[in-house]
């Protein structure tokens, strides 16, 4: 079964502190597909990131970095100096494609980040 | 940029009605998706659809439930006779074909609420 774990439910934090986001996911497959989307106040789904199981490589853009690391399963999400505007719900997501399918996406219970001036 | 986009944007409906929920995917996408998103909750997979056909469905898109491609932009939800726990976020996404995990990328939503 999968199955993608955000143990953090809130976080607050004060404006240009950082902050991670934890993400742990759990699939018996090879191949997979890790995201994270944000969904601001306002309640649409952004998407930030798509990382492939075969790819451990850091990314940074920007304020925001990714760490993917498979020996723990986990896929973090690292805001620096962080803004009042990335106060939102984070939702990481797990993607298993098969027998020619793409996968649906599995998701997280979010994260929900408030960024205090 | 190319983007998903959905209609209505808020739908209010008496428990037992039809309601159709309306997408138009990005253009050259082939992968059409719905999800929920109960108040507060995460976000759920319902269904796929890939060459006018369904190719995955969760326990929760039962037979309330249909989709359809009537042309060739639109993708539509149907629930044909709607519960109080239909109230939802209900987001429509697509992705472009490839080898699999393709981003999705999601439409604003529709706000159903049943009374």
């Known amino acids: 079964a999968q199955k993608v774990t955000q143990a953090q439910t809130e976080i607050s934090v004060v404006e240009k502190e950082d902050v991670t986001l934890d993400c742990v996911y759990e699939t018996r497959d090879t191949t997979y597909y890790l995201f994270w989307y944000k969904q601001p106040p306002s309640g649409e789904l952004v998407f930030l990131i798509r990382r492939n199981s075969f790819d451990e490589q850091n990314e940074i853009s920007g304020r925001y970095s990714w760490n993917f690391q498979k020996s723990t399963s986990s896929f973090n999400f690292t805001i620096t100096a962080s803004q009042v505007v990335d106060s939102a719900v984070y939702f990481c997501?797990?993607?298993?494609?098969?027998?020619?399918?793409?996968?649906?996406?599995?998701f997280g219970k979010g994260t929900k980040l408030s960024v205090k001036p | 940029e190319p983007e998903v986009t959905q209609t209505p944007s808020h739908q209010v409906t008496q428990m037992g009605q039809e309601v159709i929920l309306r997408c138009v995917p990005i253009?050259?996408?082939?992968?059409f998706y719905w999800y929920r998103q109960i108040l507060g909750q995460k976000v759920e997979f319902l269904v796929s659809f890939y060459n006018n056909e369904i190719s995955e469905k969760s326990e929760i898109f039962d037979d309330q439930f249909s989709v359809e491609r009537p042309d060739g932009s639109n993708f539509t939800l149907k629930i044909r006779s709607t519960k109080l726990e239909d109230s939802a976020m209900y987001f429509c996404?697509?992705?472009?074909?490839?080898?699999?995990?393709?981003?999705?990328?999601f439409g604003p939503g529709t706000r159903l609420l049943v009374l």
């Open positions: 996404a697509s992705s472009s074909g490839g080898v699999g995990g393709e981003t999705q990328y």
């Open positions: 253009s050259n996408h082939l992968y």
């Open positions: 997501a797990l993607s298993v494609p098969y027998g020619g399918s793409q996968g649906n996406l599995i």
